[in-house]
């Protein structure tokens, strides 16, 4: 179940997001709601949503600060810019700050749709890649110990993996 947090200085706004489209065909489940960038930032660390609609304009914090802030987190979630500003330059900065995507106020339930399964299909791709690196992590964790204990690996090679695989041998009995 993919998690959502709606961001919006308008409650009507968000209610009526909440009722456009239906999430749980989607798999999404809405986990809370933020009226400013400020808000929801905090939220974000605490909730770990995966997808986050935000508007631009907003009081104390605006939706592209916000995009720029959570990025910086270890898992940020997915953006979708949802604004009444048709502005080039808006959409430009959301993009550049990694909004997967920009819609206008008053947004169309397809148009939405369309956007959040686009949405949900890249989540899934970067879980699978998630995956698929902790696996070959593992795999080359292991493997560098088995050939530690078995004597197969030379010095430097245990050097160049140890900081790659961030395996630390600094210890005293070493």
Request: hydrophobic fraction near 40%; aromatic fraction near 6%; charged fraction near 25%.
């Amino acid at each position: 179940m993919y998690r959502l947090l709606l961001v919006d200085d308008e409650p009507i706004i968000r209610e009526g997001l909440k009722k456009l489209i239906t999430w749980e065909e989607f798999g999404i489940e809405i986990v809370g709601q933020a009226a400013s960038g400020t808000e929801a930032l905090a939220k974000i660390r605490t909730l770990s949503p995966h997808i986050v609609i935000t508007d631009v304009a907003m009081p104390n914090g605006n939706g592209i600060e916000l995009i720029q802030q959570a990025s910086e987190l270890p898992d940020p979630p997915q953006f979708i810019v949802l604004s009444g500003y048709n502005n080039f330059d808006y959409v430009r900065s959301a993009m550049k700050a990694g909004a997967i995507n920009y819609l206008l106020k008053p947004v169309n339930s397809d148009e939405l749709k369309l956007t959040v399964s686009s949405t949900t299909d890249v989540i899934d791709t970067h879980i699978a890649q998630k995956q698929q690196y902790d696996q070959t992590l593992y795999r080359l964790r292991h493997d560098t110990l088995k050939r530690l204990l078995m004597n197969q690996i030379t010095l430097r090679e245990l050097r160049d993996r140890s900081h790659l695989l961030g395996l630390s041998f600094d210890c005293p009995n070493m």
